[in-house]
T-cell receptor, first 114, second 114 residues
Framework: DAGVIQSPRHEVTEMGQEVTLRCKPI?????LFWYRQTMMRGLELLIY????????DSGMPEDRFSAKMPNASFSTLKIQPSEPRDSAVYFC????????????FGSGTRLTVV | GESVGLHLPTLSVQEGDNSIINCAYS??????FIWYKQESGKGPQFIID?????DKRQGQRVTVLLNKTVKHLSLQIAATQPGDSAVYFC?????????????FGRGTSLIVHP
């Protein structure tokens, strides 16, 4: 398995533009997580899905952020409109139920909003 | 609210020395703890975990110690190597119903000097 795959690796966009981040979890994993990492706040959980259903989105900062998981092999995190303070590294992770040691992160998307 | 935190943001050691990275947690109900290693440009990777019914667990060159009395967790790395340079995170299980939803600390940067 290639692991959790995220795209793009880097994204630079202008303030006000829409940004879409993509994630392909490990096949067979039924949990998918979106995290945001900044120097100031560390790793923050934004939202997670179980069997493609959003379970907890309390970490999503604002209505500008939305996430979808249309099927077991794909998820998106969308920011519309983007703002400079959204600049961060966004990680996707997946796991199988109850397996903490099987929690696998992708390589992340570094987002810069100018 | 309850949180997971780290005592030292940066730790510098000489190659060959032993390293100890500390973590304090405040949720006395947490029953599962994990250490992750994050290298530059990559997502966090699982190192070792420990359940609350244990006070010590050993892996290859790494040992995790858990002191539930003072709610303290530590990661010991023996014979530290330059390849161990990374940011280390502790995480506690914040999930309900048997799911595993980690809450991450801020991280400690380990710098290994050759």
């Amino acid at each position: 398995d290639a692991g959790v795959i995220q795209s793009p690796r880097h994204e630079v966009t202008e303030m006000g533009q829409e940004v879409t981040l993509r994630c392909k979890p490990i096949s067979g994993h039924d949990y998918l997580f979106w995290y945001r990492q900044t120097m100031m706040r560390g790793l923050e959980l934004l939202i997670y899905f179980n069997n493609n259903v959003p379970i907890d989105d309390s970490g999503m900062p604002e209505d500008r952020f939305s996430a979808k998981m249309p099927n077991a092999s794909f998820s998106t995190l969308k920011i519309q409109p983007s703002e400079p303070r959204d600049s961060a590294v966004y990680f996707c992770a997946s796991s199988a139920s109850g397996q903490g040691s099987g929690y696998t992160f992708g390589s992340g998307t570094r987002l810069t909003v100018v | 609210g309850e949180s997971v935190g780290l005592h030292l943001p940066t730790l510098s050691v000489q190659e060959g020395d032993n390293s100890i990275i500390n973590c304090a947690y405040s949720n006395s109900a947490s029953d599962y703890f994990i250490w992750y290693k994050q290298e530059s440009g990559k997502g966090p990777q699982f190192i070792i975990d420990i359940r609350s019914n244990m006070d010590k667990r050993q892996g290859q060159r790494v040992t995790v110690l858990l002191n539930k009395t003072v709610k303290h967790l530590s990661l010991q790395i023996a014979a530290t190597q330059p390849g161990d340079s990374a940011v280390y995170f502790c995480a506690e299980n914040g999930g309900a119903g048997g799911s595993y939803i980690p809450t991450f600390g801020r991280g400690t940067s380990l710098i290994v000097h050759p």
